[in-house]
């Protein structure tokens, strides 16, 4: 089993849809939670970080943790074209260890 | 937040000649810079960690001495790609980490053409 499993998608939806992302994970020593939004060639730009189980909220972006079902979610309110892009998930252990990335899903907003 | 700045963005070389590509954090200071390459529609790949002042630890199936790095200093991380080929062209991207708990920052990434 890896790591990390992500759904590669792609997945579309049109404007204004709520949009769930999700990941999970197999080693429960994994504390920490990121999301980053990665443009067509351009580097990974971090969305939401988080550590704890429960609801991260940053305007339009949800986090979400569930340590117990080792399951994380990223919701998109009011889906924007601007927000297609790929969505990876990343999770790390704690300290300077790597962190370990899902494959990434890939978002397609329609107008 | 967090900056990381990526040089240079693009890059096309011949094949047999070394390229540089440099990582800096531009706001804090970065005890551990990672290097990643990615191919295109790829999540990314971790080649090597790099911390201040060491010798980086490259991951199975990279080749050290093809890829050199060097963490001079606690905000620049340098990947030399040596006697580059084709097969090297692709998207190198680095990121950095100021300590701790702290997420991952990453650079706008380099795309390296091979000729």
């Known amino acids: 089993q890896k790591e990390v499993e992500q759904d590669p998608g792609p997945l579309s939806v049109p404007e204004g849809a709520i949009v769930s992302l999700n990941c999970t994970y197999s080693?429960?020593?994994?504390?920490?939670f990121m999301w980053y939004r990665q443009y067509s060639r351009k580097g990974p730009e971090l969305l939401m970080y988080?550590?704890?189980?429960g609801n991260k909220e940053d305007g339009r972006f949800t986090a979400q943790v569930d340590k117990s079902s080792k399951y994380i979610s990223l919701f998109i309110r009011d889906s924007q074209p601007s927000d297609s892009a790929t969505y990876l998930c990343?999770?790390?252990?704690?300290?300077?260890?790597?962190?370990?990335f899902g494959k990434g899903t890939r978002l397609s907003v329609i107008a | 937040g967090a900056v990381v700045s990526q040089h240079p963005s693009r890059v096309i070389c011949k094949s047999g000649t070394s390229v540089k590509i440099e990582c800096r954090s531009l706001?804090?200071?970065?005890?551990?810079m990672f290097w990643y390459r990615q191919f295109p529609k790829k999540s990314l790949m971790l080649m090597a960690t790099?911390?201040?002042?060491?010798?980086?630890?490259?991951e199975q199936g990279v080749e050290k001495d093809k890829f050199l790095i060097n963490h001079a200093s606690l905000t620049l991380s340098t990947l030399t790609v040596t006697s580059a080929h084709p097969e090297d062209s692709s998207f190198y991207i680095c990121?950095?980490?100021?300590?701790?708990?702290?997420?991952?920052?990453f650079g706008n990434g380099t795309r390296l053409t091979v000729t």
């Open positions: 990343a999770i790390f252990n704690s300290g300077n260890t790597p962190l370990v």
């Open positions: 706001d804090f200071q970065a005890t551990t």
């Open positions: 988080t550590y704890s189980s």
């Open positions: 990121s950095a980490i100021q300590g701790g708990d702290s997420p991952l920052h």
């Open positions: 080693n429960s020593a994994f504390q920490y």
């Open positions: 790099s911390n201040e002042g060491s010798k980086a630890t490259y």
